[in-house]
């Protein structure tokens, strides 16, 4: 059976301060084609369809246009992610579900899998486990509040379900962050009290693990002598520099009846290469090495002792999709590595806290005080949560 997974498509999403609509159509209409000319038997989305809970009208209107056009050709299958909202992404899902769209954003369904045959005869179940916030859904599953204790929770009503599929192969479709994925920036951390992240060994069983949130395509590690797949899609397009050595793709699938899963990343057209370019000001308007670069994605880290007049408009005119300025004087302060910096996608929302407080009290934070931002950041993630 031949099964196409992408996710973190961020409809709405801005790379730095510009829209990436456009991109993002150009996007949808490939993929629609890219289905109909390879005969996809089934394209799963695991999650962060938006990039916010409340998207924008035309975004909406954009994934209206890629559902008409997929499920013409074949089943959908979605799951929300952390930036979706899972209560307006699952409306009209039972009637969307009578058209081929297949959408599981409630925890009661996690159990209740697309049952699929494909044209060679392989019997396929997906089950879909949205976006779990152990603060929002701990009690509901009556599980350990912690990631690795609702996706495991999860997982048991799975397996209490597959013992009565026979020899279908399993599919299931997660956003998470799985240890020994590698992060960028863009994502949002989903850590708030406790380890953000889990183990892959809770998918032990399983055939393929389609998974959303990381958005650089990669395969996570599995226990020894497992023969689950556990694989990021990654993010179609580029929404961060600090993305700028992925190869932006969706991956294509092959389940046979018995036997190895196959998988192929197939490269996404993106608006443009990603370059991060050093030097002093009059070396990058004129040296050779840029040569062949100047309609890239292009952030500059300019390295003047002094700042130079007209740094951006002089820049401009060589490279036509400058994005980026960063002034780095030589002498000046080390780099700080994206990695490293305090960044509100990648740094869990305590720290920032914690950071804010050191700032400004040149002391560090108290446990009262912790404790106090602590139970802030839950109400206002589970108050967004319930959108």
């Given at each position: 059976?031949?099964?196409?997974?992408?996710?973190?498509?961020?409809?709405?999403?801005?790379?730095?301060?510009?829209?990436?609509?456009?991109?993002?159509?150009?996007?949808?209409?490939?993929?629609?084609?890219?289905?109909?000319?390879?005969?996809?038997?089934?394209?799963?989305?695991?999650?962060?369809?938006?990039?916010?809970?409340?998207?924008?009208?035309?975004?909406?209107?954009?994934?209206?246009?890629?559902?008409?056009?997929?499920?013409?050709?074949?089943?959908?299958?979605?799951?929300?992610?952390?930036?979706?909202?899972?209560?307006?992404?699952?409306?009209?899902?039972?009637?969307?579900?009578?058209?081929?769209?297949?959408?599981?954003?409630?925890?009661?369904?996690?159990?209740?899998?697309?049952?699929?045959?494909?044209?060679?005869?392989?019997?396929?179940?997906?089950?879909?486990?949205?976006?779990?916030?152990?603060?929002?859904?701990?009690?509901?599953?009556?599980?350990?509040?912690?990631?690795?204790?609702?996706?495991?929770?999860?997982?048991?009503?799975?397996?209490?379900?597959?013992?009565?599929?026979?020899?279908a192969r399993v599919v299931v479709v997660s956003h998470a962050f799985i240890t020994g994925g590698s992060s960028s920036e863009s994502e949002r951390s989903l850590e708030i009290g406790g380890i953000g992240d889990a183990p892959s060994s809770i998918f032990t069983g399983v055939d393929y693990v389609a998974m959303g949130h990381l958005h650089g395509a990669q395969v996570i590690s599995t226990p020894e002598n497992s023969s689950t797949v556990v694989k990021y899609s990654g993010s179609p397009l580029p929404y961060s520099f600090s993305e700028e050595k992925h190869n932006k793709s969706v991956t294509l699938i092959d389940i046979p009846t018995?036997?190895?899963?196959?998988?192929?990343?197939?490269?996404?057209?993106?608006?443009?290469?990603?370059?991060?370019?050093?030097?002093?000001?009059?070396?990058?308007?004129?040296?050779?090495?840029?040569?062949?670069?100047?309609?890239?994605?292009?952030?500059?880290?300019?390295?003047?002792?002094?700042?130079?007049?007209?740094?951006?408009?002089?820049?401009?005119?060589?490279?036509?999709?400058?994005?980026?300025?960063?002034?780095?004087?030589?002498?000046?302060?080390?780099?700080?590595?994206?990695?490293?910096?305090?960044?509100?996608?990648?740094?869990?929302?305590?720290?920032?806290?914690?950071?804010?407080?050191?700032?400004?009290?040149?002391?560090?934070?108290?446990?009262?005080?912790?404790?106090?931002?602590?139970?802030?950041?839950?109400?206002?993630?589970?108050?967004?949560?319930?959108?």
């Amino acid at each position: 059976m031949k099964i196409l997974h992408t996710s973190d498509w961020h409809l709405g999403r801005t790379f730095l301060s510009e829209s990436m609509h456009v991109h993002q159509e150009v996007f949808i209409d490939w993929l629609i084609a890219f289905v109909i000319t390879e005969q996809v038997e089934l394209v799963v989305i695991a999650g962060d369809v938006y990039d916010r809970s409340v998207p924008p009208t035309e975004s909406v209107r954009l994934f209206d246009h890629a559902l008409i056009g997929l499920s013409s050709v074949c089943p959908v299958f979605i799951t929300p992610g952390n930036h979706d909202s899972a209560v307006r992404l699952g409306f009209g899902s039972g009637l969307m579900a009578t058209n081929g769209v297949h959408i599981r954003s409630e925890i009661s369904d996690i159990g209740v899998p697309l049952e699929l045959t494909g044209r060679d005869g392989t019997a396929v179940v997906v089950y879909g486990i949205p976006y779990l916030q152990p603060e929002v859904v701990a009690t509901q599953l009556e599980a350990e509040r912690t990631h690795t204790g609702v996706l495991s929770a999860a997982m048991d009503h799975i397996r209490a379900d597959v013992i009565n599929r026979g020899d279908a192969r399993v599919v299931v479709v997660s956003h998470a962050f799985i240890t020994g994925g590698s992060s960028s920036e863009s994502e949002r951390s989903l850590e708030i009290g406790g380890i953000g992240d889990a183990p892959s060994s809770i998918f032990t069983g399983v055939d393929y693990v389609a998974m959303g949130h990381l958005h650089g395509a990669q395969v996570i590690s599995t226990p020894e002598n497992s023969s689950t797949v556990v694989k990021y899609s990654g993010s179609p397009l580029p929404y961060s520099f600090s993305e700028e050595k992925h190869n932006k793709s969706v991956t294509l699938i092959d389940i046979p009846t018995v036997g190895s899963i196959a998988y192929e990343n197939i490269s996404t057209p993106v608006p443009g290469p990603l370059l991060t370019i050093t030097g002093e000001l009059e070396a990058l308007l004129n040296d050779s090495q840029f040569d062949g670069v100047e309609n890239y994605w292009v952030r500059a880290v300019v390295t003047d002792p002094t700042r130079q007049e007209r740094t951006r408009e002089r820049l401009t005119e060589r490279f036509t999709n400058l994005k980026h300025i960063e002034f780095l004087p030589q002498g000046g302060a080390q780099t700080v590595s994206i990695s490293e910096r305090l960044d509100p996608q990648s740094t869990p929302p305590i720290e920032i806290a914690a950071d804010f407080v050191a700032h400004v009290s040149n002391g560090e934070i108290s446990d009262p005080q912790r404790m106090l931002f602590q139970g802030a950041i839950e109400s206002v993630n589970a108050s967004d949560t319930s959108l």
